[in-house]
C-alpha cells in the first residue's frame, strides 16, 4: 500500500481529505492521547476493521515530529508482536495512520477475567513482548515506552498472541540518547539521573511490567499522604535512581527464586550490567521450565484492584512538570550572559520572566505518557548537594545526591512547597514573585 507521506522532497504531494474518506469510513473518536485522537475505521472495499490515528499538524511541532517519527519506525519493522502499519496519508492538515486492530483486551483486564493465572502464563506474555523488543533493538531500535497499556492481546481467542502498540516515542540509536522520554514509573535510572541512555531501558522497563504482572504492585511506589505532592515526586524518583524495591511478603512468597532472579537481572541500576532482550529470552524461566503453575491469581487481583483502581502511584503529571524543570537552557544567549540565571534554570526555575512553566500534557487518563524536555546541563548549588545527600544517607554517589536534590527542589517549586531555595539573583527572584 502507498506510504505518500514518506516522499520527502521539495514539492510536497499532499493527499486530499476525499482520499482518505473515499477508502475509509471513519468512525467516531474512541480515545484522546497525548499527540492524537484514535478512531476506529473501516476500509469501504474490503470491510475490514482497522484502527486511524490522526494527528492536527497544527498542534505543533512535537505533534509533527510524533507523527513522522512513527510512520518512521513502523515502515522499518515487520514483526508477529507488533501492530503493523498499513496504510498513510499525509494532508495539508493532518497526518492519517492507519494499523492493524487489536480486538482483545489489556493484559490487566485479561487476567482479572481468568479462572486461573500463573507465572507460566506471565512468562508467555513476557517471552513474546522480550521477541518484539529483541527484534527492535536489532534493528537499534529502542520503543522508549514500554508499559502495560501499550501491551495488549491481538483478538479475543484464548491463545491470542501479544501485541505492542504506541511508536511515537521509539527512536533509532545512532549513539547514545540524552533526552528524557518515557512513563515515569517505568524509566530507567539512566533517564531519571539524566545520563545518556539506550536499548538497556526497554529492558529495564520489562523488568518493571513482569514485576507487577507478578505481585499486582509497582516496584516503585510511595506510601505518603496523596496530598503529599512534594514527598511523593522526590520519593519516586529516589527510589528509582537506587533500584529501591523489594520482594517482599507476603506478596512474592510463592513466586519463584528463578522469576526473582530475572526479575533482578532486568532491574539492574548499572545499564552496562543488565540483560539484554535476547539474553533474557534464554533465561530459564522464559525458555526452561523454571516458571512455577501455582494459581496466583487472587493475590494479584487483589493487589491490581487495590493499586490501580486508587492509581496512587501514576501521579506522573506532577513527575512530567518536574523532569521538565530539572532541565538548564538549550544554548539560551539569556543563559549565556547571567550564569546565576542558568543555575535556576538548571534548578527548576524559567530562565526569563515572560517565559510560561511547561505544563504537562494531557491524555485520556490524565497521564501524560511522555516528557520529552531539551537536554541540558545541571547545575547543583551547595545548598540543594546538601539536603540531597542529607535526605539519602552516606553511601549515595554524587550523581545520585545531585539529582535527588534538583527533584526535591524542583518538586517544592511545582507544587508551592516550602522547602529553602538557594538566595536567588535578582532575576531569579522576580521571576518567582511574578
Not at 166 to 173: G, M, V
Not at 337 to 345: E, R
Request: with cysteine.
Amino acid at each position: 500500500m502507498p506510504f505518500g507521506c514518506l516522499t520527502f522532497g521539495e514539492k510536497k504531494d499532499y493527499n486530499s481529505p476525499s482520499e482518505v474518506t473515499d477508502k475509509y469510513d471513519l468512525g467516531q473518536v474512541v480515545k484522546s492521547e497525548e499527540f492524537c485522537e484514535i478512531f476506529r475505521a473501516k476500509d469501504k472495499n474490503t470491510l475490514k476493521m482497522y484502527t486511524c490515528k490522526k494527528f492536527l499538524k497544527k498542534d505543533g511541532r512535537k505533534v509533527r515530529k510524533a507523527a513522522k517519527n512513527e510512520i518512521l519506525i513502523l515502515k522499518m519493522v515487520k514483526h508477529p508482536n507488533i501492530l503493523q502499519l498499513v496504510d498513510v496519508f499525509e494532508t495539508r492538515k493532518e497526518y492519517y495512520l492507519f494499523l492493524e486492530l487489536a480486538t482483545g483486551r489489556e493484559v490487566f483486564d485479561w487476567i482479572l477475567d481468568q479462572g486461573y493465572y500463573s507465572e507460566r502464563d506471565t512468562s508467555n506474555v513476557i517471552r513474546q513482548v522480550l521477541e518484539a523488543v529483541a527484534y527492535l533493538h536489532s534493528l537499534r531500535i529502542v520503543h522508549r515506552n514500554l508499559k502495560l497499556e501499550n501491551l495488549v492481546y491481538y483478538n479475543r481467542l484464548k491463545h491470542s498472541k501479544i501485541v505492542i502498540s504506541d511508536f511515537h516515542l521509539a527512536k533509532l540509536e545512532n549513539g547514545l540518547i540524552k533526552e528524557p522520554c518515557g512513563t515515569p514509573e517505568y524509566l530507567a535510572p539512566e533517564v531519571v539521573g539524566r545520563q545518556r541512555y539506550g536499548r538497556p531501558v526497554d529492558c529495564w522497563a520489562l523488568g518493571v511490567i513482569m514485576y507487577i504482572l507478578l505481585s499486582g504492585n509497582p516496584p516503585f511506589y510511595d506510601e505518603t499522604d496523596d496530598d503529599d505532592y512534594e514527598n511523593h515526586d522526590k520519593n519516586l524518583f529516589r527510589k528509582i535512581l537506587a533500584g529501591d524495591y523489594e520482594f517482599d511478603s507476603p506478596y512474592w512468597d510463592d513466586i519463584s527464586d528463578s522469576a526473582k532472579s530475572l526479575v533482578s537481572r532486568l532491574m539492574e541500576v548499572d545499564q552496562d550490567q543488565r540483560l539484554t532482550a535476547q539474553e533474557a529470552i534464554s533465561h530459564e524461566w522464559i525458555s526452561g521450565n523454571a516458571a512455577s503453575d501455582k494459581n496466583i491469581k487472587d493475590g494479584v487481583c487483589a493487589q491490581i484492584e487495590k493499586n490501580f483502581a486508587k492509581a496512587k502511584w501514576k501521579k506522573a503529571v506532577r513527575v512530567t512538570t518536574i523532569m521538565k524543570r530539572l532541565r538548564a537552557p538549550e544554548q539560551s544567549d539569556t543563559a549565556a550572559a547571567n550564569p546565576s540565571t542558568q543555575a535556576a534554570g538548571a534548578q527548576g526555575t524559567t530562565p526569563t520572566s515572560g517565559d510560561k512553566p511547561a505544563a504537562p500534557a494531557a491524555t485520556s487518563e490524565s497521564l501524560p505518557s511522555s516528557t520529552e524536555p531539551p537536554a541540558g546541563e545541571q547545575v547543583l548549588t551547595p545548598q540543594l548537594e546538601s539536603a540531597g545527600t542529607a535526605a539519602r544517607g552516606a553511601a549515595e554517589t554524587p550523581a545520585l545526591s545531585s539529582t535527588v536534590a534538583q527533584l526535591e527542589e524542583a518538586s517544592s517549586r511545582c507544587n508551592g512547597g516550602t522547602t529553602a531555595p538557594p538566595p536567588p539573583s535578582a532575576e531569579a527572584s522576580s521571576e518567582q514573585n511574578g
